[in-house]
C-alpha cells in the first residue's frame, strides 16, 4: 500500500467574499459570490452556504448569470476558462476555454451567445475589454470563439466598466476619462474632466461607473467624493452631467435600482447612501456597516440590494434599507496582532477581526461564529486615524476566562494601554467583562499567559512587558454585603536587572513560569514567586519560548531573533542541545510531545516538527510556503486520525493551521486532493437519510439493495404522501364540516383529479428548466408518462374500486391534464427567456 | 447593523471609603447637635409613641427632650443619689428609673413627683424595664439579685438570686410577657421565665455584659460585654450565632434600627459601628468626640442620639427631604401615553411588529453621533459639567483626540469661550490621572492660540497662571525624583539576601508615587 511521503499544504477556507459584486439569482431566494478558486451560493434568507460550486484552478474573477436562462451562471478565472454552472444543483455544464487570463466579465440580454471580458494581451497594465463568442455544442469542454475588441485601455477592475440598459453602450471609466462605445455605431466617445488637466492636485478621477437600466444615463463615482450622472452623452458635444455630492471621501461603488428611480452609492464612511430621483436632497441613509463599502449589488427583481465590505462581509439588505442578513466570512485585517488562538469550547480559530473586535471563525464550516467586541467604541473609519488596536489576546482555564490587551500608540503621544478580563458567561454562552485595568503597564505588553491549572487553583496571568517588569495577576474575592463580585489584582511585580521582559511561559502543570528577559530565561516558583534558576545563552534576544509537553516536561525550548534554537533541560539546569535554525514561529502540540518550528529560509519557509527529547526532527518539510510563516497554532481533532507512515504521525491528534504574511491561512492534508474535493453536500445526503449507527453498516447496505429493486413500489407510496396535506382543494375538503359538502358520488372524481394534478405540478416546476438539454427533458417527460397511469390506478383504488370504464375516463382526463401541463410549461419557458 | 456606541467614561475608583446604600444612609444626618449634661450620660431612651421624647439620664436627673428642642422640656430630679436606666413604657406613658441607692422609682410622664417606689434592693440598681403586659417592671441591681414588681399594689413578685456578681443590663421580651433577659459581670447573660421561678436559658458571653438586647421577635439575643458582641440564637437554646470583634474597647451599648436590618453598637473606642443583620458585617461607623455609654434611635431612623462619659448628649437628625419638593416640577405627560399600544392583546392572525426601542443617547453623545464636534465640547465645559464630573470632559476631549478632530473642536473660539477651556485646564490639569489628555490638549491650545496671545487681558492672565502651575508641577516632580534617589540608597545598604524583596517593596513604593 502506498501512502503520500508529506502531507500537503491546503489554503483552508477564508477566501475572499468581496473580491467582486455579489449576484442576486432571478427571483432572490440566493445569493451567488466568488470566494477564491469557488463560486459560492448563499440563500439569502438562511445565510447558509447552500453549494459551493468546484471546477476552477485559480482565482474566479467575475460572475454573471446567463442572460437567456437564469438558472444558469458564467463565471470566468484566472486560469483563463469561462464555465457554465446550473447553481441550484451545483453542477458544472460547460467549460470554455479562451486562453487568457480573464479579470472581469460582462454578460448582455441583447448579446446571447457570446460574453465579454477584460483581459490583457501584451503589456501587464494595458487592459482589453473584448467580446468572446461562445459556440454552441453539446460537448463538455469547448474552445471559445476568437475575441473581438469592444474598447482597450480600461481598467482592470469590473467596477469600471458597466453596459447600458439597453445594451447598445457600454462605458468604462479611467483616470480622468469616460469613453463609451456605441454598439451600433461602431464607435467610442470620449469624455474627459476639464478641471483635471489643469489642477495638479486635481482628485477627480473616475473611480467606478453605473448605467440606468431604462434612460440614456450614466453615473460616474470620482475619488472625490462627487458623483456625476452623465446624459446625452450620444453627442460629443452636447452631454450635459450632473453632480451630487455627500460622501467625503472616494466613491467605492455605484448602483441604480432595478428600475433605475434611485441610485445607491457606497464609500470608506460604511455609510450606504440612496439618492432618490437623483437628487442631491431626497437621500437616505443607512450607517454603521462596520467596513468600507467595496461594491453594491441589486436584485433583478428589486427586492433586496448587497453590499460586499472590505472585512470580508456581504450584507443583504431590504428595499426599506433595513439590513436583513449578514454572510460573513474570515476578517482579514492587515495586522493579526493576537496571533492565532483556539477557542476551547468551541474548538474555533480566535484572531483579530474587525478593527477592535475578536472574531471566532469556525474552520470547519468556513463562517464566523461571532465578534467579540473588545474595545466598545465608536469605530470612526478615516485614513490617517490612529486606532485603537487589539494587541494580545490569550484563553485561560479551558475557556473560563479570556484577557486582552488593547493599546493605541500615537506617534509622539504616550502609550494608551488597557487589559481586559473577560469571564465567559453559561447563561448568555458569551465572554462579559470581568475587570478593566488602565495602564497595567508602563510600555507595550509582549507576552500574556494563563497559568494551565486545575479547576481548584485560583486563576493566575502573567505580562511580561518591554517596561521591565512581569506581572501576576490573580482572581480575588471582591463581594460584599451587597453584591457578590470577583476581580483580577496585581499579586506580584518580577524584574531582572531591568531587562525588557520579551516573553513569558507556564509549564505544563503550572508549578514553573518561565519569562524571558531579552537574552536571559528566569525560572520562577509559581507558589511563592521566588527566582529559581536563569539561563543565558548570550544568543540574541529570546524571541519564542515554550516547555515541553507531557513526557518531555523537563525541557524548556528557547528560540532567539539571531537564529539559535535552544533546549534546556530542567533537571540538570544545563542546556540539552542547540541548533542554528532562526525560528519565526514555535508553537508545541498541547495533545503531544510534539513541537512544530517554522523557520524562515532563503526558498520560502521550512516546517521542523519535533520532539524535545529526540535528537532527530520527527518530519522536516521544505518550502511550506513562499512567503514568511507570521503565526502558527495546532487545533485539536475532534477524532484522532489514524496515519501510520512516521513523517504523517504529528498529524494524528492535531491539525496544524499557519497565517502567512499574505494573510492566507493555511493548513497541512494527508489526504489526496481528489478526496479533499468531494462535496460536502453528498455526504449530508447520506447522512441525513439514516442515522450512521452499526445496524445501519449492517442492514443499510442491504436496503439500499432492495431498494433498487422494488423501485416501483416505492414511487406509488411516495405519490401518496404529499397529496393529503399540500393540496389546498383537499384540505378544504377534508376540513370542511359534511353536512354542507355536496354528495360524496359528485366530489368523487373532482377529488381525484386535484390529486392528480397536485402531484404532477410541483415535479414539473421543479424540474431543471435547460433549453439545451432536450434530450434530458423528453426522457423525463416519457417518465413521467409511465409513472401517471400508475398513480391513476392507485387512485382509483383508493376510491373503492370504480368500473373499468370509469378508469379509462379517468385516463383520458389524466391525458388531458398532462397536455394542459405542458402548455403551462412552454409558456413558463417563454416567460423566462424573457429577461 | 450595530448602533452608535456611545462614549465610554473613564471611571477612577475612589480612594477611602466606598459608597455603599448604607454609607448614603447613615450619612444622610446633619450635623449633630451638643447638649450639655450634668454627669456622664448613661441612658438613653426614646418614647416609642408620637411625638417621639426622650428620656436622658444622666447624674441624678432623668431629663425629657423634644425631638427638636435643645432645652429639656421636663426633668425628674427626685434622687438622692445617681439615676440609672430611665425606660419609657410601650404606651410612652410612665417612665421607670432605678438609682444608686437601691430604689426603682415609677413616674408618670405627666406628673413630677414618682407614682410607686419599689423598695427591696440593696445595692444600685442599673437596670430596668416594663414587661411586654405593661403591668410589671423587672429590675437588676448590684445585690445580685433581679426582681419582678406589680405596678399596680407596687409589691414584689419574685426575686432571683441565680447571678453571682452585679446586674447591669437587662431587656424583656416585646412579645411574651413572662420572658426578660438579664447580663451580668459574672459573664452569662440568663433568660427567665416568670412562670418558672428560675432561668431557662444561660449562655456564657466570656467578659462582663455590658448590655443585652432581644430582637423584636425574640429569637436573636444580642449581647454585649468586653470588646466583642455576640449573637445568640435563643430558638436553638442559646447557641452562639456570631461573635463580633469591631471595637477597640469595651462595647457599652446597643441599640437596632427601626427596620432590623442595621445593629448599632457603641464603645468606649468612641465609634458607633452598624451591622448588618443578615451578614453580621461592618456597613458603616461613626466617631464621636468622647468614648460612648449609650446610643438610641428614634422612629424610623430619624434621630440618633449618643450619650457619652463627658456628659454631652450628641442630637443628629436626618436631612428632610423636603427640598425635592420646593422644586416646582415639570409637568410630564400622562401616564397613558406612555403604555399607548403597548398593552394591546395580539389577536390570532396579527403580525406584532415592535418599533425598535430607542436607545437614550447623553446630549454630548447625540452631539459626536452627528459629527457636532465643538458643540459636544461646548457642552461638556460647562460649569455644571467640568466642577462635578470632570471625567466625562477628559473622555470626550480624548474622544475628540481619538478622532484627530480635537484641533478643529478646540480652534476658532472667542474670549469667553476660550477662558472657559482654559480654566478646566487650570482645575484639572496637573491632576494625575487626567494629566496625559490635558497636556496633549493644552499644547494643541497653546499652538492654536499663540498668534492672538496679547489682545486679551483675560485669556493672557489665564495662559500666565497656567505657565505658573506647570513651573510649580515641575518643581514637585523634582523633589519626588530627589526622595526617590534617597530612597534608592537607603535600599541599597541593604544586605544581599534581602535585595529582592526589597527591590519589590521598592517597585511597590515607587508606584505608589507614580
Known amino acids: ?835 | 447593523m450595530a448602533g452608535y456606541k456611545p462614549v465610554a467614561i473613564q471611571t477612577y475608583p475612589i480612594l477611602g471609603e466606598k459608597i455603599t446604600q448604607d454609607t448614603l444612609y447613615w450619612n444622610n444626618y446633619k450635623t449633630p447637635v451638643q447638649i450639655k449634661e450634668f454627669g456622664a450620660v448613661s441612658k438613653v431612651d426614646f418614647s416609642p409613641q408620637p411625638p417621639y421624647n426622650y428620656a436622658v439620664t444622666a447624674s441624678s436627673r432623668i431629663h425629657i427632650y423634644g425631638r427638636y428642642s435643645q432645652e429639656p422640656i421636663k426633668t425628674f430630679s427626685r434622687f438622692k443619689d445617681t439615676a440609672y436606666c430611665a425606660t419609657y413604657r410601650q404606651d410612652g406613658r410612665l417612665l421607670v428609673a432605678g438609682s444608686e441607692d437601691g430604689g426603682v422609682q415609677l413616674f408618670d410622664i405627666t406628673g413630677r413627683a414618682p407614682l410607686r417606689q419599689f423598695e427591696g434592693h440593696t445595692k444600685a440598681v442599673h437596670t430596668v424595664d416594663f414587661t411586654a403586659d405593661k403591668y410589671h417592671v423587672v429590675s437588676g441591681a448590684d445585690d445580685y439579685t433581679v426582681k419582678l414588681w406589680d405596678i399596680p399594689n407596687s409589691k414584689e413578685i419574685l426575686t432571683f438570686k441565680e447571678h453571682s456578681d452585679y446586674v447591669r443590663c437587662g431587656c424583656a421580651s416585646r412579645l411574651n410577657p413572662d420572658l426578660f433577659v438579664t447580663g451580668s459581670y459574672d459573664h452569662t447573660v440568663k433568660m427567665f421565665d416568670t412562670r418558672t421561678n428560675k432561668s431557662v436559658v444561660s449562655v456564657d458571653h466570656g467578659q462582663p455584659v455590658e448590655s443585652v438586647l432581644l430582637f423584636p421577635s425574640g429569637g436573636l439575643l444580642v449581647s454585649a460585654g468586653g470588646r466583642y458582641v455576640k449573637v445568640w440564637d435563643m430558638l436553638k437554646g442559646g447557641q452562639l450565632l456570631v461573635s463580633l470583634k469591631n471595637h477597640h474597647k469595651t462595647v457599652t451599648c446597643l441599640c437596632l434600627s427601626s427596620s432590623g436590618q442595621r445593629l448599632l453598637s457603641g464603645s468606649l473606642d468612641r465609634k458607633v459601628k452598624v451591622y448588618s443583620t443578615t451578614s453580621y458585617k461592618v456597613v458603616h461607623s461613626f466617631d464621636y468626640a468622647a468614648s460612648i455609654l449609650s446610643l438610641a434611635l428614634a422612629h424610623e431612623d430619624e434621630t440618633i442620639v449618643v450619650g457619652m462619659t463627658n456628659g454631652i448628649l450628641s442630637v443628629k437628625h436626618r436631612k428632610s427631604e423636603a427640598k425635592k419638593d420646593s422644586l416646582p416640577r415639570r409637568r410630564r405627560p400622562a401616564y397613558r401615553t406612555f403604555i399607548k399600544g403597548k398593552n394591546y392583546m395580539k389577536q390570532k392572525d396579527d403580525i406584532l411588529i415592535n418599533r425598535p426601542s430607542k436607545k437614550h443617547l447623553e446630549l454630548y453623545d447625540r452631539d459626536l453621533k452627528n459629527f457636532r464636534i465643538s458643540k459636544a465640547l461646548d457642552r461638556v465645559l460647562e460649569p455644571s459639567c467640568t466642577i462635578k464630573t470632570p471625567e466625562i470632559t477628559v473622555s470626550i476631549i480624548k474622544e475628540l483626540n481619538r478622532r484627530g478632530v480635537l484641533a478643529n473642536a478646540l480652534a476658532g473660539r472667542d474670549e469667553k469661550e476660550i477662558s472657559r477651556v482654559l480654566n478646566f485646564l487650570i482645575r484639572n490639569l496637573s491632576q494625575p490621572r487626567f494629566a496625559s489628555v490635558l497636556i496633549n490638549a493644552a499644547e494643541i491650545v497653546i499652538d492654536i492660540y499663540l498668534p492672538v496671545i496679547g489682545q486679551s487681558p483675560v485669556v493672557d492672565k489665564k495662559f500666565l497662571l497656567l505657565q505658573g502651575l506647570v513651573e510649580k508641577e515641575i518643581d514637585y516632580q523634582k523633589e519626588l525624583l530627589e526622595t526617590m534617589g534617597m530612597m534608592d540608597m537607603l535600599f541599597a545598604t541593604m544586605t544581599r539576601k534581602e535585595s529582592t524583596a526589597a527591590s519589590d517593596g521598592l517597585l511597590e513604593n515607587k508606584r505608589i508615587e507614580s
Open chain 1, 1 to 835: 500500500m502506498e501512502e503520500a511521503a508529506a502531507a500537503r499544504v491546503v489554503r483552508c477556507g477564508g477566501s475572499e467574499l468581496s473580491l467582486r459584486r455579489a449576484v442576486f439569482s432571478a427571483d432572490s431566494k440566493y445569493l451567488l459570490c466568488v470566494s477564491g478558486d469557488f463560486v459560492k451560493v448563499y440563500s439569502t434568507a438562511t445565510e447558509e452556504c447552500v453549494h459551493v460550486l468546484q471546477g476552477h484552478r485559480n482565482l474566479v474573477t467575475g460572475i454573471q448569470l446567463n442572460p437567456s436562462n437564469h438558472l444558469q451562471l458564467y463565471s470566468c478565472s484566472f486560469d483563463g476558462t469561462i464555465k457554465l454552472w446550473d447553481y441550484l444543483d451545483g453542477i458544472l455544464i460547460k467549460t470554455f476555454t479562451v486562453g487568457h487570463k480573464l479579470h472581469a466579465l460582462f454578460t448582455h440580454a441583447h448579446a446571447e451567445d457570446s460574453v465579454f471580458v477584460t483581459i490583457n494581451k501584451e503589456k501587464p497594465d494595458v487592459f482589453q475589454l473584448v467580446s468572446v463568442p461562445l459556440p454552441r455544442t453539446p460537448r463538455q469542454d469547448a474552445e471559445a470563439g476568437e475575441p473581438r475588441l469592444v474598447l482597450d485601455h480600461i481598467s482592470p477592475s469590473p467596477k469600471c466598466v458597466a453596459f447600458g440598459g439597453q445594451g447598445d453602450y457600454v462605458a468604462a471609466v479611467r483616470d480622468f476619462y469616460l469613453s463609451v462605445y456605441f454598439f451600433r455605431k461602431k464607435a467610442t466617445s470620449r469624455f474627459t474632466l476639464s478641471s483635471s488637466e489643469n489642477r495638479k492636485h486635481a482628485k477627480n478621477n473616475f473611480t467606478c461607473v453605473a448605467c440606468h437600466p431604462k434612460e440614456d444615463c450614466i453615473a460616474t463615482g470620482h475619488k472625490d467624493g462627487k458623483i456625476r450622472l452623465w446624459r446625452g452623452f450620444d453627442d460629443e458635444r452636447k452631454y450635459t452631467y450632473t453632480c451630487l455630492h455627500w460622501h467625503h471621501d472616494l466613491v467605492m461603488d455605484l448602483a441604480f435600482s432595478a428600475t433605475g428611480s434611485s441610485l445607491l452609492s457606497g464609500g470608506r464612511e460604511s455609510v450606504l447612501v440612496e439618492w432618490r430621483d437623483a437628487a442631491e436632497k431626497t437621500k437616505e441613509f443607512l450607517p454603521r456597516l462596520g467596513a468600507t463599502i467595496e461594491h453594491i449589488a441589486v436584485s433583478p427583481a428589486g427586492d433586496l440590494l448587497c453590499t460586499s465590505h472590505a472585512d470580508n462581509k456581504i450584507i443583504v439588505i431590504g428595499r426599506n434599507l433595513e439590513a436583513c442578513a449578514v454572510i460573513q466570512g474570515l476578517v482579514r485585517d492587515s495586522r493579526v496582532l493576537t496571533g492565532l488562538m483556539v477557542d476551547p469550547r468551541t474548538k474555533a480559530l480566535v484572531l483579530n477581526g474587525k478593527p477592535g473586535h475578536l472574531q471566532f471563525y469556525s474552520l470547519q464550516s468556513d463562517k464566523q461564529l461571532y465578534n467579540l467586541d473588545i474595545v466598545q467604541q465608536e469605530y470612526i473609519n478615516d485614513c490617517g486615524l490612529v486606532q485603537i488596536e487589539l494587541a494580545k489576546a490569550a484563553f485561560g482555564c479551558f475557556g473560563a476566562w479570556l484577557a486582552t490587551v488593547e493599546q493605541r500608540q500615537e506617534r509622539e503621544g504616550a502609550l494608551e494601554l488597557q487589559m481586559k478580563l473577560w469571564a465567559y458567561n453559561k447563561k448568555t454562552q458569551g465572554f462579559l467583562l470581568n475587570t478593566k485595568v488602565s495602564a497595567p503597564h508602563e510600555d507595550c505588553i509582549t507576552a500574556l499567559c494563563f497559568r494551565s491549572a486545575d479547576k481548584s487553583d485560583v486563576p493566575t496571568l502573567v505580562t511580561a512587558s518591554r517596561d521591565g517588569r512581569f506581572k501576576v495577576w490573580v482572581l480575588a474575592d471582591d463581594s460584599d454585603i451587597y453584591r457578590k463580585a470577583e476581580g483580577w489584582t496585581c499579586d506580584f511585580v518580577g524584574s531582572y536587572h531591568k531587562y525588557q521582559a520579551t516573553n513569558c511561559c507556564f509549564s505544563g502543570d503550572g508549578s514553573l513560569l518561565a519569562v524571558s528577559f531579552e537574552e536571559t530565561v528566569t525560572l520562577w516558583e509559581s507558589d511563592t514567586w521566588e527566582l529559581r534558576s536563569t539561563f543565558c545563552q548570550r544568543a540574541g534576544r529570546v524571541r519564542h519560548l515554550c516547555f515541553g509537553r507531557l513526557t518531555c516536561s523537563k525541557y524548556l525550548l528557547g528560540a532567539t531573533e539571531s537564529g539559535t534554537l535552544c533546549c534546556w533541560n530542567l533537571l540538570s539546569c544545563a542546556l540539552e542541545w542547540s541548533t542554528k535554525l532562526s525560528v519565526s514561529v514555535m508553537e508545541p502540540d498541547p495533545h503531544s510531545e510534539n513541537v512544530a518550528a517554522v523557520a524562515r529560509s532563503s526558498g520560502g519557509s521550512d516546517l521542523f516538527v519535533f520532539k524535545p527529547s529526540e535528537p532527530r526532527p520527527l518530519c522536516v518539510q521544505r518550502g511550506v510556503c513562499s512567503e514568511e510563516v507570521l503565526w502558527g497554532v495546532f487545533v485539536p481533532r475532534d477524532v484522532p486520525e489514524a496515519l501510520t507512515s512516521e513523517a504523517l504521525q504529528w498529524l494524528n491528534r492535531s491539525q496544524f493551521y499557519f497565517l502567512t504574511a499574505s494573510q492566507s491561512l493555511l493548513t497541512f492534508s494527508s489526504k489526496s486532493p481528489e478526496e479533499k474535493l468531494t462535496p460536502t453536500s453528498k455526504q449530508l445526503l447520506a447522512e441525513e437519510s439514516l442515522p450512521a449507527t452499526p445496524f445501519y453498516f449492517l442492514l443499510g447496505r442491504h436496503r439500499q439493495q432492495r431498494g433498487e429493486q422494488t423501485d416501483g413500489a416505492a414511487e406509488s407510496e411516495r405519490v401518496q404522501l404529499p397529496a393529503t396535506e399540500n393540496v389546498p382543494a383537499v384540505s378544504e375538503l377534508l376540513h370542511t364540516p359534511a353536512h354542507v359538502l355536496p354528495s360524496a358520488a359528485f366530489l368523487c372524481s373532482l377529488f381525484i383529479n386535484s390529486l392528480l394534478l397536485a402531484t404532477e405540478a410541483p415535479s414539473a416546476e421543479g424540474m431543471p428548466e435547460d433549453a439545451e438539454m432536450e434530450e434530458e427533458g423528453e426522457r423525463d417527460s416519457s417518465e413521467e408518462e409511465e409513472a401517471a397511469p400508475e398513480k391513476a390506478q392507485q387512485a382509483g383504488l383508493t376510491d373503492g374500486g370504480p368500473g373499468g370504464d370509469e378508469a379509462e375516463a379517468l385516463r383520458q382526463r389524466l391525458s388531458k391534464c398532462e397536455k394542459e401541463l405542458r402548455k403551462l410549461r412552454r409558456v413558463d419557458y417563454s416567460w423566462v427567456a424573457v429577461p
